[in-house]
C-alpha cells in the first residue's frame, strides 16, 4: 500500500501463492494473474485426507471460530488492539491469502482508478460460488517511511477503503469482511523496507464460513 509518496510512476504487484508479477508503468497489465489464478491461491486447503483433526486442531479451530465472530460483531478496525491484531496475524499465517498492491490517492485512502480496475477482478473472485459465504480478513500493511502512528492510521483507513469497495461493487457481506491494519508493523520485505511489496493488502481466507449472523 502506498504511503507518503506520489501514485504517480508506481505500478501494480500481485503475489499469489508464490506468484509475483509487477505491471510497471507502460507495462502490459495482461502480465498480471488471471482470476483463475487469484481463485486457486483463496480456495481452502482442506485437512488431510483420511485423518480426522487432533482434539488439539479441534480446539484451536474453535478458539479461531469464536475469535473471529466476536471481530465480525464489531465491524470497526479502530477497536481491534494490537493482541487482535497478533492474533489474526496467527490465524492468517496458513490460511490462503493473496496479497495485493491497491493504489490510492497521496496520503489518502481514496482508492485510485488504477486501483478500483484491479480490485474489480479480486472482488470477482471473492463472490465466486466456491467461495460465496466465507469470512476474509482484509489485512492493510503500509512500508517504513513515516511515523508509526501516521502508518497504522492508515493501513487502518485503507484496509477500510477496501472492504467498503467489496461491499457496495460486489454487495459481499460487510460482517464476512474483518479490516485490520497493521501500519509498518509487519513489513513483507524487511531487507528493503520502502518496497513497494510492503505496501499491500492482504485478502485472508479464514477457511470459516459465516453460516451464523455475528454476535
Given at each position: 500500500m502506498a504511503n507518503q509518496r506520489p501514485i504517480c510512476g508506481i505500478g501494480v504487484a500481485f503475489?499469489?501463492?508464490g506468484l509475483s508479477v509487477f505491471a510497471g508503468p507502460g507495462e502490459a497489465v495482461a502480465q498480471a494473474p488471471s482470476e483463475a489464478q487469484i481463485l486457486e491461491a483463496?480456495?481452502?486447503?482442506?485437512?488431510?485426507r483420511g485423518l480426522a483433526p487432533s482434539p488439539e486442531e479441534q480446539r484451536r479451530a474453535e478458539e479461531d471460530r469464536?475469535?473471529?465472530d466476536e471481530l465480525r460483531s464489531r465491524q470497526k478496525v479502530r477497536s481491534l488492539t494490537?493482541?487482535?491484531?497478533?492474533?489474526?496475524?496467527?490465524i492468517a499465517a496458513d490460511k490462503p491469502s493473496v496479497d495485493i498492491e491497491v493504489?490510492?490517492?497521496?496520503?489518502?485512502?481514496v482508492i485510485t482508478r488504477d486501483?478500483?480496475?484491479f480490485l474489480q477482478t479480486v472482488g470477482r473472485v471473492m463472490s465466486d460460488e466456491q467461495l460465496k459465504g466465507t469470512v476474509f480478513f482484509i489485512n492493510g500493511h503500509t512500508d517504513a517511511k513515516g511515523g508509526t502512528d501516521y502508518n497504522q492510521a492508515l493501513s487502518e483507513r485503507r484496509a477500510e477503503a477496501v472492504k467498503r469497495f467489496l461491499i457496495e461493487e460486489f454487495r459481499l457481506p460487510a460482517d464476512t469482511l474483518v479490516a485490520v491494519g497493521y501500519g509498518k508493523g509487519?513489513?513483507?520485505n524487511t531487507a528493503d523496507p520502502l518496497a513497494g511489496e510492503n505496501r499491500r493488502v492482504q485478502i485472508v481466507n479464514t477457511e470459516q464460513a459465516a453460516n451464523?449472523?455475528?454476535r
Open positions: 503475489l499469489v501463492a483463496l480456495k481452502p486447503k482442506g485437512g488431510t469464536r475469535f473471529i494490537p493482541r487482535d491484531r497478533d492474533t489474526v496475524a496467527k493504489q490510492f490517492e497521496y496520503k489518502s485512502d486501483g478500483r480496475q509487519r513489513l513483507k451464523a449472523t455475528a
